[in-house]
């Protein structure tokens, strides 16, 4: 039973690496063994559990859907296996950790809690960085990154740490010259503040009469950053859609005014904790997650309340 227990492990290993990895090669590099060893160990796999779980072309590795189910459970149970070895080890958290998180969150939420997590843990460096672009974190050697709103299909692995209400919103001296839009059409006559990522959207949903819309927004400005979308709506440069936890305190403070509330759809900006799977997770990185976690869990503009 142990020699079955060891080969399983094994083999979920290599299949966990040939996914992060994205080939059969790459991989074989990475774990120091022949690719044809790594084809033999993922074909032993497959006929032990009758199905097969990769599809491999010339261009590309995909996996299968019962692929996609082993991969979620082989990162659990590799996660498991490496926890109880840390434990066994005293899981000491020595090293350098680096992160990389957006630029709002990370001045309000992150920088402050680094000098408690510090004190804990003071055989530990920690190297933040703070960016609103998407990282890469393998190409960076970045160990863990917060990210906002809906994640794209990777091999990373996430751990929401909250969620916040988006809000539309401008100053009082922008409305003053340009009046309040009354109606989510107004705002095509309106300089909307947007983003200039890959993923930022070309319009904004609101909910009018039961049924979801998407209104397309256009402006003179646009920014890679939440704190500037900040400092240009303060300005009076114009109407933006941005996490309501950016600007609770300006809104609370009349420095800015929400807008078409009636119509606000409640959607939310979810807030992860992400890093490479495929491997044991290294004991600082689940320290410093698991201290975000807590640390956050009382922050009441990161449960979606209005």
Same mark, same amino acid.
């Given at each position: 039973?142990?020699?079955?227990?060891?080969?399983?492990?094994?083999?979920?290993?290599?299949?966990?690496?040939?996914?992060?990895?994205? #080939?059969?090669?790459?991989?074989?590099?990475?774990?120091?063994?022949? !690719?044809?060893?790594?084809?033999?160990?993922?074909?032993?796999?497959?006929?032990?559990?009758? %199905?097969?779980?990769?599809?491999?072309?010339?261009?590309?590795?995909?996996? &299968?859907?019962?692929?996609?189910?082993?991969?979620?459970?082989?990162?659990?149970?590799?996660?498991?296996?490496?926890?109880?070895?840390?434990?066994?080890?005293? #899981?000491?958290?020595?090293?350098?950790?680096?992160?990389? &998180?957006? /630029?709002?969150?990370?001045?309000?939420?992150?920088?402050?809690?680094?000098?408690?997590?510090?004190?804990?843990?003071?055989?530990?460096?920690?190297? $933040?960085?703070? &960016?609103?672009?998407?990282?890469?974190?393998?190409?960076?050697?970045?160990?863990?990154?917060?990210?906002?709103?809906?994640?794209?299909?990777?091999?990373? /692995?996430?751990?929401?740490?909250?969620?916040?209400?988006?809000?539309? =919103?401008?100053?009082?001296?922008?409305?003053?010259?340009?009046?309040? !839009?009354?109606?989510?059409?107004?705002?095509?006559?309106?300089? =909307? $503040?947007?983003?200039?990522?890959?993923?930022?959207?070309?319009?904004?949903?609101?909910? =009018?009469?039961?049924?979801? /819309?998407?209104?397309?927004?256009?402006?003179?400005?646009?920014?890679?950053?939440?704190? &500037?979308?900040?400092?240009?709506?303060?300005?009076?440069?114009?109407?933006?859609?941005?996490?309501?936890?950016?600007?609770?305190?300006?809104?609370?403070?009349?420095?800015? /005014?929400?807008?078409?509330?009636?119509?606000? !759809?409640?959607?939310?900006?979810?807030?992860?904790?992400?890093?490479?799977?495929?491997?044991?997770? !290294?004991?600082?990185?689940?320290?410093?997650?698991?201290?975000?976690?807590? %640390?956050?869990?009382?922050?009441?503009?990161?449960?979606?309340?209005?």
């Amino acid at each position: 039973m142990p020699r079955i227990l060891m080969e399983r492990s094994g083999e979920m290993e290599v299949f966990a690496r040939v996914v992060q990895d994205g #080939g059969f090669s790459a991989a074989a590099r990475n774990l120091d063994i022949t !690719p044809s060893a790594v084809s033999k160990l993922i074909a032993r796999l497959e006929t032990r559990l009758g %199905t097969r779980l990769l599809v491999r072309t010339t261009r590309a590795l995909t996996l &299968t859907e019962e692929g996609e189910a082993y991969h979620h459970a082989a990162l659990r149970i590799l996660q498991e296996l490496n926890d109880a070895d840390q434990e066994a080890a005293g #899981g000491a958290v020595r090293g350098r950790l680096r992160v990389n &998180t957006t /630029i709002p969150f990370g001045t309000m939420f992150v920088a402050p809690a680094i000098p408690e997590f510090i004190a804990r843990n003071p055989d530990l460096i920690v190297d $933040l960085s703070f &960016t609103d672009g998407m990282v890469d974190l393998v190409a960076e050697k970045t160990d863990v990154a917060i990210r906002m709103g809906n994640l794209p299909d990777s091999g990373l /692995i996430a751990r929401k740490l909250g969620q916040s209400r988006r809000v539309v =919103c401008a100053a009082p001296g922008y409305l003053s010259r340009r009046g309040s !839009p009354q109606t989510p059409a107004d705002l095509a006559h309106h300089d =909307c $503040l947007t983003f200039n990522f890959r993923r930022a959207r070309p319009s904004w949903p609101f909910r =009018c009469e039961g049924r979801e /819309i998407a209104q397309p927004v256009k402006g003179s400005i646009v920014v890679n950053n939440g704190e &500037t979308m900040k400092q240009m709506v303060l300005a009076g440069a114009g109407i933006a859609r941005v996490g309501l936890f950016h600007v609770a305190d300006e809104i609370a403070a009349g420095r800015l /005014i929400p807008l078409l509330e009636g119509q606000n !759809p409640g959607d939310l900006e979810l807030v992860h904790a992400v890093y490479v799977g495929g491997g044991p997770l !290294p004991h600082r990185v689940r320290a410093f997650i698991e201290h975000m976690v807590a %640390t956050l869990a009382d922050q009441p503009l990161l449960k979606g309340m209005p």
